[in-house]
């Protein structure tokens, strides 16, 4: 099978093999615009017949029967969620209303009853009946329906916690960055770049900003759980109407994928999963195409990325005037995501190599199987395609190291929730504008089944103060070796935060602080008892409810003493609340099942 990977090999083993490095570096790391590399790659890859095989995946009835056979036998053996993944692929690959679809939702019904989702089960039994279901299958499926009527006042009725006012952000909103509060702000330098930095005192406890994606992607192993626009995890999801990939929560959702990014995404979507393009790699082709949708033509779309690089040295990076006098870095409009870093100049010969390997089979694609080049001036081809290029590689540099993951975690059947589990990935322009420290003052999170990510102080931050939180990696987790290895690996820079000049701790190691008063230390250890720290770890609500708001006024009173070990319990104990009140997901949402992108006949 051809990966993307293989792909790479075959380019960069062609240029060396035949002497041609120089020719390809001097190219590559030319200051050439951006499309001039991917075109050159392009003509390469053409010229030696490395690009992919087309790969077309139609709904099948004998597909779907085989998956439904897999996930009758992990039923069987009460693997509830191997099973429901096998049934969302059997209703993927069946011929819509068909009896194939009919008996994959028949029996993901089952799956429902026996995890006692009865409203789920009742749900896709009702879409059952109103398509022309077998006799044989309804008589099944009356008695399951009459089942579940009598269970439902039984079901788990739990009304979910409304912890939105944690997640609001409570002062004014900062005029140019409406995502953020007003106590932040931008700035930039040389050695920081543009970072974020307190505009007055901000307490533990704080939400610094609330900002919705620009676009986001679900990851591969959560594709037969989540809507695949919204990214909610929905019991009761539906297929595309014409490809075997991806799912929807409803009706809109479904309808606004298609008009953002999947009419161009739906007839290559079975050639970019087969190529095994990472969540990455398709986040920079779906912004790509939903840079164009959020234009009325190609020549709006150009004029925007002609304004946004001609603010590109000024106080305005990506910024839009949303009217006269008014300009603004948001989400909503491309420029912000347009604006973001690449490190570039950071960059060798064969990383360059790669992304415009990865851009050039993108561009192939979009050229031969869809209609995304359709121009309302036909003799402007030639600049949109090149504008296509020049953007495919310029996003395969920026979501590297911009994108964020949008996560969760799992809740383990004794009660715990270590686990993460992540879900997608998205661009967040101004959360993108956040250095990192091994030793972060804030913190992400998004609520369950949103794509929306709040960013919170976990520790108190004075005026002037940069924002800074982490890029995975943390000296209570990892040691400092590790750490910058991995950091100048994937984001090119060396780390040089207080934990990493001082080389703080890892948390097997950390002390308690000899310095603490000792009234402090006794209120600590009243507070933070063993059992209110199990109680947080398995995921307790009411205690996190009550202890949240006294465990960020510690946090006020312990910074001086970091690090050390009543810091690093009081800092976990708080991030512990706000993944409670974030939500977490049942075991089982984890256990992925081996499935193929072209099946097997």
Known sequence: MTTIMACYSIVTEKVINDDNLADATLKLMSTTPLYEKVMYVYDLMESIQAFPPIREVKKNSKVSDDYRIKGNICLQNKKHYEAWQYYNLSLLHAPLESKSYILALANRSAVFCALKKYKSCLQDIEVIFSINCPKEVKEILINRKLLCQKMLPLENQYKEEDYSHIFRLLCQRNTRY?????????????????????????????????EKPYCKIVLRNQRLFCCSYCLATADNISPCDYCCFDLYCSRECKTAAWDAFHSVECPITASLVDLQFNNIELLALRTVIKARTDHKDWGSLIKTIEDTEALTDTKLRGHVEVEPGKWVYDAKHYASVHALCTNIEKRDVLDMMDKCVTAAVFLYMLTNMTT?????????????????????????????????TIDTYIQTRDGYFEEELRIGSAFFPVLSLCNHSCSQNVTRYN?????????????????????FDTYGFHHAVDSRTSRQATLLNQYM???????????????????PSKNIPKPLLKYKKLLLSKETMRKLEKGDKKTASAFYKMICDLAELLEQYAPSLEFDDCQECTKHCLSIFNGFMPEGYNKEIQWDAVPSM
């Open 178 to 210: 409406p995502c953020a509060s007003e106590k932040v702000h931008v700035e930039c330098s040389k050695e920081m770049g543009r970072h974020l930095v307190a505009s007055e005192d901000i307490k533990a406890g704080e939400v610094l900003i609330t």
């Open 372 to 404: 995304f080049f359709k121009s309302e001036d036909m003799q402007n081809i030639d600049k949109v395609r090149q504008t296509v290029a020049e953007l495919l590689c310029l996003h395969c540099m920026t979501s590297p190291t911009n994108a964020h």
């Open 447 to 467: 609520r369950l089944s949103s794509g929306e990510i709040t960013l919170l102080a976990v520790r108190p931050i004075k005026k002037g103060e940069q924002l």
């Open 493 to 511: 820079f060396t780390c040089n935060c207080a934990a990493c000049v001082n080389d703080w701790p890892h948390f097997t190691r950390l002390k």
